[in-house]
T-cell receptor, first 114, second 106 residues
Framework: ETGVTQSPTHLIKTRGQQVTLRCSSQ?????VSWYQQALGQGPQFIFQ???????GRGNFPPRFSGLQFPNYSSELNVNALELDDSALYLC?????????????FGNGTRLTVT | KNEVEQSPQNLTAQEGEFITINCSYS?????LHWLQQHPGGGIVSLFM???GKKKHGRLIATINIQEKHSSLHITASHPRDSAVYIC????????FGTGTSLTVIP
């Protein structure tokens, strides 16, 4: 059983640029959810994709967007990067909606915005 | 105001001690999750529960829906249990606590 993989592991971008982060879900899982974790803080829910549709969103602006593909892998796109976007970005996959299914996390992508 | 509050924020224990971490929440939920995060960032889901009690090895999680409270217990703690433990609740989105940093000393 293949686990959740995220790429890249580390990334450095400049303020104003755009970034795409990728997540491959665990085999058999049809839901991917994304989280932002600033240093020393708990994670914050960005959004969830269930069967290729956004199915719930946290308090993040529209410049945070996503996609889910037919194979249930997912991308997180962030436009017009700000310094405060520097964080660990985590994705998790689940079988069924993430709200009431066990979550399987990837190891995260650490984004630094300078 | 945080929808999820954890206590304590930091905890140091001697190997073998019984440990309790508490989580209180203020919103209606579909489920409550206990997560473990080691240095470096990887998160492991320990429990998902919506009622009662679950046990896995030395870990026990309980939830009281009426009181909006959950506890995570670790029996016979071990240095490898040292990690940050995070409580999260889910409904139409997720709300996370800020975590409890546990250090178990040999």
């Amino acid at each position: 059983e293949t686990g959740v993989t995220q790429s890249p592991t580390h990334l450095i971008k400049t303020r104003g640029q755009q970034v795409t982060l990728r997540c491959s879900s665990q085999s058999g899982h049809n839901t991917v959810s994304w989280y932002q974790q600033a240093l020393g803080q708990g994670p914050q829910f960005i959004f969830q994709y269930y069967r290729e549709e956004e199915n719930g969103r946290g308090n993040f602006p529209p410049r945070f967007s996503g996609l889910q593909f037919p194979n249930y892998s997912s991308e997180l796109n962030v436009n017009a990067l700000e310094l405060d976007d520097s964080a660990l970005y985590l994705c998790a996959s689940s079988r069924g909606t993430a709200y009431n299914s066990p979550l399987h996390f990837g190891n995260g992508t650490r984004l630094t915005v300078t | 105001k945080n929808e999820v509050e954890q206590s304590p924020q930091n905890l140091t224990a001697q190997e073998g001690e019984f440990i309790t971490i508490n989580c209180s929440y203020s919103v209606g939920i579909s489920a409550l999750h206990w997560l473990q995060q080691h240095p470096g960032g990887g998160i492991v889901s320990l429990f998902m529960l919506s009622s009662g009690k679950k046990k896995h090895g030395r870990l026990i999680a309980t939830i009281n829906i009426q009181e909006k409270h959950s506890s995570l217990h670790i029996t016979a703690s071990h240095p490898r249990d040292s990690a940050v433990y995070i409580c999260a609740v889910s409904r139409d989105q997720f709300y996370f606590g800020t975590g409890t940093s546990l250090t178990v000393i040999p």
